[in-house]
């Protein structure tokens, strides 16, 4: 539910915006964001709804030297009126991702079970213009876990090649099979 009422900001927040407003919008905030979790105590002061009024007081100096836009200062203005302080960080990511797509751009997660070269990233990159259909932002982590192949989130979709997968579905299905099987007799 956080998600989705972080979304529902985020697009509120963008509805009327241009692709580079957007983009402003998104780096403003995640300067705001950087500050908040560089501060302790200040982020247990935002997750209880009810010190939001000693939020706002701690929080609109720190806006002030951040030199925030004034749509920015009034979103995070509005996430602490509301109580919802606490969405912050996922109306940040939110606001990032509808700012690349407004731009025409996915960002890619992909997690490999070993390194990949420039030309398998490039490769990667290439075929997943080709299914989206825009230009895409590539992320890659290297977990040896995953055992080979990769796992990759690309905006809402989520695909998993890893040898870990196969085995976890195959797994599944034996016991699936064997569940039906158990019943039968």
């Known amino acids: 539910m956080?998600?989705?009422?972080?979304?529902?900001?985020?697009?509120?927040?963008?509805?009327?915006?241009?692709?580079s407003s957007a983009?402003?919008?998104a780096a403003?905030?995640?300067?705001?964001?950087?500050?908040?979790?560089?501060?302790?105590?200040?982020?247990e002061v935002l997750r209880n709804p009810r010190l939001r009024h000693r939020a706002q007081a701690v929080l609109t100096?720190?806006?002030?030297?951040?030199e925030l836009s004034q749509l920015a200062t009034?979103?995070?203005?509005?996430?602490?009126?509301n109580g919802r302080a606490s969405l912050l960080p996922t109306v940040v990511d939110a606001i990032g991702e509808l700012a690349l797509a407004r731009a025409g751009q996915l960002r890619a997660q992909v997690t490999a079970a070993a390194p990949l070269s420039e030309a398998q990233q490039a490769?990667?990159?290439?075929?997943?213009?080709?299914?989206?259909?825009?230009?895409?932002?590539?992320?890659v982590e290297v977990d040896p876990a995953?055992?080979?192949?990769?796992?990759?989130?690309?905006?809402?979709?989520y695909f998993d090649t890893t040898l870990r997968g196969h085995l976890a579905?195959?797994?599944?299905?034996i016991l699936r099979k064997q569940a039906v099987l158990g019943h039968a007799n």
């Not at 009034?74 to 009126?81: P, Y």
């Not at 579905?169 to 299905?173: A, I, S």
Request: charged share 20%; proline share 4%.
């Open 74 to 81: 009034r979103l995070v203005g509005s996430l602490i009126k």
């Open 169 to 173: 579905r195959l797994r599944e299905h």
């Open 2 to 19: 956080n998600t989705t009422l972080a979304r529902r900001y985020a697009k509120v927040a963008c509805a009327n915006l241009a692709p």
């Open 61 to 66: 100096p720190l806006l002030v030297r951040l």
């Open 23 to 25: 983009q402003t919008l």
């Open 146 to 157: 995953l055992l080979g192949g990769l796992r990759a989130q690309v905006g809402d979709f």
């Open 123 to 139: 490769a990667l990159c290439a075929a997943l213009h080709r299914a989206t259909g825009k230009a895409i932002l590539l992320a």
């Open 28 to 43: 403003d905030l995640r300067r705001c964001k950087n500050l908040i979790e560089s501060q302790p105590l200040l982020r």
